[in-house]
């Protein structure tokens, strides 16, 4: 059973969803008002935050006191490829950046509908090599993290780099990751009606919206299509209350069979990205449990 501070969010998330207007207002509106914690939650006063160019990509770094520099936790964060920025995720990446005790690097990737697919996961790709190469990272000294949208880029990545016989990063955390834009799983139909924030409608226009055309079952795109074998360890944290429960169920039981080290946390009743929501006991324990994950891999 979610915990009362999780019901007064997804009951507000009900209200907005009812209440939603038949045009939808325009996207700097959008952008500017995107709240996926389902109220805005401010940088800490005590967390550094610098702009940089990565490879011409806009982007952040999120230094909470006393995070080590030589470790580098990657946010990429989610909106439907069409929304969000640091104003939107911020809160939850020098969470997770503090409870790690790692840097992080933020970056502000292309998106619809000024720039479709695949312009968001170049930036993404853009951002790991100047991590690589200009900044001289080792690989096992980064680890990647997304929630819904960025989870699907950041996932398209680690096939990208394992299909390139490139080494891969240390981890990578998964939250509510959006990764089949066919939309073929079983919770899009089983789960109608369940979840606060989306329709099947709705989710479909933010694939079509993505894709502008493209092949929906290219694993760039839809990384569920793509082989694991030799993926690094992930962790999935997903809700029961979510159209795309199934995008992390069969990812994680396609990575399982693969050899893929996996730990799949399924939260009953929660929704969509709910460790945004930072004053809630099921986002706490979810920043517990990536900071325990990212600590064993990124030692």
Same mark, same amino acid.
């Given at each position: 059973?979610?915990s009362?501070?999780?019901?007064?969010i997804i009951?507000?998330?009900?209200?907005?969803?009812?209440?939603?207007?038949a045009?939808?207002?325009?996207?700097?509106?959008?952008?500017?008002?995107?709240?996926?914690g389902g109220?805005?939650?401010?940088?800490p006063?005590d967390?550094?935050?610098?702009?940089?160019?990565?490879?011409?990509?806009?982007?952040?770094?999120?230094?909470?006191?006393?995070?080590?520099t030589?470790?580098?936790?990657?946010y990429?964060h989610?909106? *439907?490829?069409t929304?969000g +920025?640091l %104003?939107?995720? #911020?809160d939850? @990446?020098?969470?997770?950046?503090?409870? /790690?005790? !790692?840097r992080?690097?933020?970056?502000?990737?292309?998106?619809v509908?000024?720039?479709?697919?695949p312009?968001?996961?170049e930036?993404?790709?853009?951002?790991?090599?100047?991590?690589?190469e200009?900044? *001289?990272?080792?690989?096992? +000294?980064? %680890?990647?993290? #997304?929630?819904? @949208?960025?989870?699907?880029?950041i996932? /398209?990545? !680690?096939?990208?780099?394992?299909?390139?016989?490139a080494?891969?990063?240390?981890?990578?955390?998964?939250l509510?990751?959006?990764?089949?834009?066919?939309?073929?799983g079983?919770?899009?139909?089983?789960?109608d009606?369940?979840?606060?924030?989306?329709?099947?409608a709705?989710?479909?226009?933010?694939?079509?919206?993505?894709? /502008?055309?493209?092949?929906?079952?290219s694993?760039?795109?839809?990384p569920?299509?793509?082989?694991?074998?030799?993926?690094?360890?992930?962790?999935?944290?997903?809700?029961?209350?979510?159209?795309?429960?199934?995008?992390?169920e069969?990812?994680?039981?396609?990575?399982?069979s693969a050899?893929?080290?996996?730990?799949?946390n399924?939260?009953?009743?929660?929704?969509h990205?709910?460790?945004?929501?930072?004053?809630?006991?099921?986002?706490?324990?979810?920043?517990?449990?990536?900071a325990?994950?990212?600590?064993?891999?990124?030692a």
């Amino acid at each position: 059973m979610p915990s009362p501070e999780i019901q007064e969010i997804i009951a507000l998330f009900e209200q907005r969803k009812a209440n939603r207007p038949a045009s939808p207002p325009p996207i700097e509106e959008l952008r500017a008002n995107f709240l996926p914690g389902g109220k805005r939650y401010d940088m800490p006063d005590d967390v550094r935050v610098s702009e940089v160019s990565a490879a011409g990509v806009p982007s952040h770094w999120v230094d909470a006191p006393g995070v080590r520099t030589d470790r580098v936790l990657v946010y990429v964060h989610g909106g *439907g490829f069409t929304l969000g +920025s640091l %104003a939107s995720h #911020g809160d939850l @990446a020098s969470r997770l950046g503090r409870a /790690a005790g !790692l840097r992080v690097l933020f970056p502000e990737y292309r998106m619809v509908p000024e720039h479709v697919y695949p312009a968001a996961l170049e930036d993404v790709r853009a951002v790991w090599r100047w991590l690589r190469e200009d900044q *001289g990272l080792p690989a096992s +000294s980064i %680890a990647l993290a #997304g929630d819904s @949208a960025g989870g699907n880029l950041i996932t /398209a990545l !680690l096939l990208e780099l394992r299909d390139a016989g490139a080494d891969l990063p240390a981890a990578a955390v998964l939250l509510s990751p959006l990764l089949d834009l066919t939309g073929s799983g079983a919770s899009m139909t089983e789960r109608d009606g369940q979840d606060a924030i989306f329709t099947p409608a709705m989710l479909r226009g933010v694939f079509a919206g993505y894709l /502008a055309g493209a092949d929906p079952l290219s694993p760039s795109a839809s990384p569920i299509f793509g082989d694991p074998t030799a993926l690094p360890p992930l962790l999935i944290q997903v809700g029961t209350a979510e159209l795309i429960l199934s995008d992390s169920e069969r990812f994680a039981d396609s990575a399982r069979s693969a050899g893929v080290e996996v730990t799949l946390n399924v939260g009953e009743g929660l929704p969509h990205v709910y460790q945004t929501m930072r004053d809630t006991p099921e986002a706490a324990a979810a920043t517990d449990e990536i900071a325990a994950f990212l600590h064993k891999h990124l030692a």
